[in-house]
């Protein structure tokens, strides 16, 4: 994937809460990359608990790996966006680990993208591309809405990308990733427009060395997540239906 982000000051997460208050997260594709990190780095609050989704739970080590030092704070749980029997099963066990708390925060994080363009795309790729990257947020969503609508922050977030932006325009490549993430974005601005009780943000968190975004990315994927982390808690309801990067800036469409 393509640099996207400037130089970007590092800045260290740190929540956005007082001791007493207890917020529950709820994020998918935490086996590796950004999930993983984003699990990481909110068990070092210990006034979080996260309920970490992956499609392999014997196989995510490095996840796995966290539960020792997370003092019970960690549930890890199966989910294949791409298998909604899995979704169904993922909320009903997630309803019996966070109670009345219910989710406070929703993170729609597991994705996949191929670089090709819009001619040469092969259509079994973007079918798939959109199953995971859209089809699997959405039903996500609806699942646990009324996890969501319990808890006290109500918020849903859909990791997209700026690759995703028409208004930035990145030209033709990475055609059916950047499909896949513009309709995300609209999913997101639908869910806000239909439910003003909730805030619902499509945020980009740059380009981060992981397995997606290769080596070479701009940002180790710490300093991504920190700044995802800083604008999801500092979030409005204002800002609800928004499309936001990493440092809090607005993205074009
Ligand atoms: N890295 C970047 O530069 C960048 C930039 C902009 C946006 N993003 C977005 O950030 C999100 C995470 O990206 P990443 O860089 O962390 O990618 P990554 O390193 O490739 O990790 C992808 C994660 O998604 C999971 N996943 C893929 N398909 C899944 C499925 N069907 N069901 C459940 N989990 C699935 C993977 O699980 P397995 O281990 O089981 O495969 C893995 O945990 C994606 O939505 C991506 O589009 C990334």
């Known amino acids: 994937m393509p640099s996207i982000c400037n130089a970007f000051t590092v800045q260290v997460y740190t929540p956005n809460m ?17 999930g993983l990190e984003l699990t990481k780095q909110l ?3 210990p006034h979080t608990v996260v309920v970490a989704a992956c499609r392999n739970p014997g196989k995510a080590d490095s996840l796995q790996s966290l539960t020792t030092s997370a003092g019970g704070r960690l549930y890890i749980v199966r989910l294949d966006v791409t298998d909604t029997q899995t979704i169904k099963d993922a909320a009903q066990e997630t309803a019996k680990i966070v109670g009345e ?3 406070d925060y929703l993170i729609n994080n597991a994705g996949i993208g191929i670089g090709d363009t819009a001619f040469t795309m092969d259509i079994d790729d973007l ?14 969503s609806q699942a646990f809405i009324s996890l969501v609508e319990k808890s006290k922050k109500k918020t849903i977030v859909n990791i997209s990308s700026t690759l995703g932006s028409i208004g930035r325009d990145f030209g033709p490549q990475y055609a059916s ?9 609209m999913l997101t601005y639908k869910q806000a427009k239909e439910r003003p009780d909730l805030t619902v ?7 981060l060395q992981t397995d997606m975004g290769g080596e070479n990315a701009a940002l180790p994927v710490s300093v991504g997540v920190a ?4 604008v999801v808690t ?11 990067n990493f440092r809090g800036e607005r993205v074009p469409w």
């Open 101 to 103: 708390k219910g989710i």
């Open 43 to 45: 068990l070092q609050s």
């Open 234 to 244: 500092s979030l409005t309801p204002k800002d609800s239906g928004s499309f936001m």
């Open 127 to 140: 079918t798939k591309t959109l199953q995971t990257n859209l089809v699997g947020p959405a039903y996500t």
């Open 227 to 230: 700044g995802v982390l800083k």
């Open 201 to 207: 943000l499509s945020i980009c968190p740059g380009h």
């Open 177 to 185: 990733y950047a499909v896949t993430k513009a309709s995300l974005n």
């Open 18 to 34: 007082s001791p007493s208050e207890q917020y529950t997260w709820f994020i998918t594709g935490t086996s590796r990359g950004i």
